[in-house]
C-alpha cells in the first residue's frame, strides 16, 4: 500500500557547504555532552576518586536528564524541521545548547542540573534531527553510506573528544576549576554556530509540511524497516551509556591515570575520520545488510571483552578482544544510517531521521539508568546480567532483520 505522506525527493542541489555547516554543528553539540557526562561525577561530588553506591546513582540520574530531553522531544523536532526548514532548527538548537551549557557552569547542584541538562537535550535533539535531514535530502542513493559515514564519524567524534578532554582535565585540573570547562564548551557552541550560520547563508528551502501531521509520527515509528534499524542502536547506546558513568570511575580503581585514559580515548577517536567513510563505502558497494551485521558482531564482542575485564583485570588479551570488536562495531553506524534515508523516501525525511535520535537518546537513558541501579545492588553480577541482555537483545534484532531481507521484504 502505498503511502500517503510526501514523498522527501533527492535534491542534487544541496551544496557540499551546507552538509559541512550540518556536520561542524553536530560535532560541537556532541563534544559538549561528552564533557559533561565525563566529569559530572567528579563535579557533582567534588571527588575524583571512585563512586559509592549513592553517588553513582545520583550522577546516573543528573546524566540521563540530557537523554530523558532529547527522546521526548525529538520527533517534534523533526516535524518542525520539515514544516519550516532544516537550519531554522538547527541553530535554534545551537544557541539553546550554547546557552545552557554557560549556565551549567555556575551550579554544581543536582536539582538545577537536572533541569538545564533536560532542556539541553532538547536542543540537542533539534540539532541531529535537522542535521541528518541535510545530508539525507541531498544524497544520492549510491553514495549514502559514505556521506553517512562522514556524519557518524563526526558525531561520534565529538562525544568521544569531549570525552577525552573531560578525563585529561580530571587528572590535571583541580575540581573547583571544572566550571571552565563548561564556559569553554559553551563558547565553542558558539563558535560553532558562527561557523554554521555563514557556511548556510542565503539557503533557501522547500517545506515538506504544510501543517503538523501526527500521521508523520505514527507512520515514523511503527514503520517495520525503520524499528528493525533502530532498535539495535537503542540498545547498542544502553552500552554506550554504561561506559559514560563507569569507565572514569574504573579507571581510577585500577590504577589508570586519567590523562592517560583522554589521550588514549583521542587518539582512537581520531581513527573514525578514517574507519567510518571507510565502512559507509563499502556499505554503498556490498549492501548495508553486510556491513550491520559486522558492527553486531562487534559489539558482541566488546559485551564479552568487558564482562572478562571486569572479573579478571585489563589482560593484554582481553583489551585485544575489546580493540578487534570496538573496530568492528563501528561498521554498525554508517550502514544501518544509510538504511534508514533509504526507508525514508517514502516519508517526510527530518520526522523519520528523527527517530535514530529517539532510539540512541533512549538508549542512553535506559543504560544509564539500568546499569548505575544494578550494579547498586548487584554489584558486578549485576552488570553481568545487564550486558548479557544487551547481547541477546542484538541478536534478536540482527536474526530478525536477516529473514526480511532473505524474504525480499527489505533492500540487503
Request: no cysteine; charged share 10%; proline share 4%.
Amino acid at each position: 500500500m502505498p503511502s500517503t505522506l510526501p514523498e522527501t525527493p533527492f535534491d542534487p542541489t544541496v551544496p557540499d557547504h551546507r552538509r559541512d555547516a550540518v556536520l561542524l554543528s553536530t560535532f560541537f553539540v556532541r563534544f559538549a555532552f561528552g564533557l559533561t557526562v565525563s566529569v559530572f561525577a567528579a563535579y557533582l561530588t567534588g571527588s575524583r576518586a571512585g563512586l559509592g553506591g549513592a553517588d553513582i546513582g545520583t550522577v546516573g540520574w543528573v546524566t540521563a536528564a540530557a537523554p530523558i530531553g532529547e527522546f521526548s522531544t525529538v520527533l517534534l523536532s523533526g516535524l518542525h524541521a520539515d514544516r519550516y526548514g532544516r537550519f531554522p532548527v538547527l541553530f535554534a538548537g545551537i544557541l539553546g545548547a550554547a546557552g545552557l551549557f554557560f549556565a551549567i557552569s555556575f551550579t554544581q547542584s543536582a536539582v538545577p542540573l537536572v533541569v538545564l541538562n533536560l532542556v539541553y537535550g532538547v536542543a540537542s535533539g533539534a540539532i541531529l534531527a535537522a542535521s541528518l535531514a541535510v545530508i539525507a535530502d541531498g544524497t544520492a542513493a549510491d553514495r549514502r553510506g559514505l556521506e553517512m559515514g562522514r556524519f557518524d564519524a563526526v558525531n561520534l567524534l565529538g562525544w568521544i573528544v569531549g570525552f577525552a578532554v573531560g578525563f585529561a582535565a580530571l587528572g590535571t585540573l583541580p575540581i573547583s576549576d571544572l566550571p571552565w570547562l563548561f564556559r569553554g564548551g559553551a563558547a565553542l557552541l558558539a563558535v560553532g554556530f558562527v561557523v554554521a550560520f555563514w557556511l548556510a547563508r542565503g539557503v533557501r528551502e522547500t517545506r515538506h509540511l504544510r501543517s503538523f501531521q501526527f500521521e508523520v509520527l505514527v507512520k515514523a515509528i511503527a514503520q517495520r524497516d525503520i524499528l528493525l534499524v533502530t532498535m539495535p542502536w537503542l540498545v547498542i547506546y544502553m552500552l554506550i551509556g554504561t561506559a559514560f558513568v563507569f569507565l572514569g570511575s574504573a579507571s581510577t580503581a585500577i590504577g589508570v591515570p586519567a590523562l592517560w585514559l583522554g589521550a588514549a580515548i583521542g587518539i582512537g577517536g581520531g581513527l573514525l575520520l578514517f574507519t567510518q567513510p571507510f565502512y559507509g563505502r563499502l556499505a554503498d558497494r556490498y549492501g548495508r545488510w553486510r556491513l550491520m551485521v559486522v558492527g553486531v558482531f562487534g559489539f558482541l564482542l566488546v559485551l564479552a571483552g568487558v564482562a572478562a575485564a571486569g572479573h579478571y583485570g585489563p589482560r593484554p588479551e582481553i583489551v585485544g578482544v575489546i580493540a578487534v570488536g570496538a573496530i568492528a562495531a563501528l561498521a554498525y553506524g554508517p550502514s544501518a544510517l544509510a538504511a534508514l534515508t533509504d526507508a525514508s523516501r517514502h516519508l517526510t525525511r527530518a520526522t523519520t531521521m528523527s527517530v535514530y535520535s529517539l532510539a540512541i537518546s533512549l538508549g542512553m537513558l535506559l543504560g544509564l539508568l539500568l546499569s548505575t541501579q544494578l550494579y547498586d545492588h548487584y554489584n558486578l553480577f549485576g552488570l553481568d546480567v545487564f550486558f548479557l541482555a544487551v547481547g541477546a537483545g542484538l541478536t534478536v534484532l540482527t536474526v530478525i532483520r536477516g529473514f526480511d531481507v532473505r524474504s525480499g521484504r527489505v533492500a540487503a
